[in-house]
């Protein structure tokens, strides 16, 4: 049977990236409140310890919060891609650009479209 990859499943590893999501988010303790909240999973949709708050396990075990949570958190409290951006970046160069570096321009809060021959995405009203 084949082995996975995987180099670790947690101890500092795991921790570090907690923490540089955590800075990514606006600071640690502004991620800590979000995955505290009585919430459920943005990435599984199970719940994080409904009213008892979040980081607990199905069975109520305290701190339990899996690595795909912290990113979509992370994710939802990254700051808005300025409509500028898109009106002087070219569609070529975010061709260019990789997932990391796309996911650190921030997040979309509006809608955006490119049509035949465009050669920049516009803001759709």
Same mark, same amino acid.
């Given at each position: !049977?084949?082995?996975?990859? +995987?180099?670790? #499943?947690? #101890?500092?590893? $795991? ?6 999501? #955590?800075?990514?988010? #606006? ?11 009585? /919430?459920? @999973? ?13 980081? &607990? /396990? ?7 919060? @899996? ?9 939802? !409290?990254?700051?808005?891609? $300025?409509?500028?951006?898109? &009106?002087?970046?070219?569609? $070529? ?18 809608? +955006? ?13």
């Amino acid at each position: !049977m084949a082995r996975p990859r +995987v180099g670790s #499943g947690g #101890g500092l590893a $795991a921790l570090t990236y907690v923490l540089r999501k #955590g800075r990514e988010a #606006g600071g640690l303790l502004r991620l800590y409140r979000r995955l505290r909240s009585r /919430n459920a @999973c943005k990435t599984c949709g199970l719940g994080m310890g409904g009213q008892l708050g979040g980081m &607990r /396990n199905e069975v109520g075990h305290f701190p339990e919060v @899996c690595k795909k949570s912290v990113q979509a958190q992370a994710g939802d !409290m990254a700051g808005a891609i $300025a409509e500028d951006f898109f &009106r002087t970046t070219p569609l $070529a160069r975010l061709e260019r650009l990789g997932s990391r570096e796309l996911e650190r321009l921030g997040r979309l809060v509006f809608p +955006v479209v490119a049509g035949p021959g465009d050669t920049h995405f516009r803001r759709v009203s």
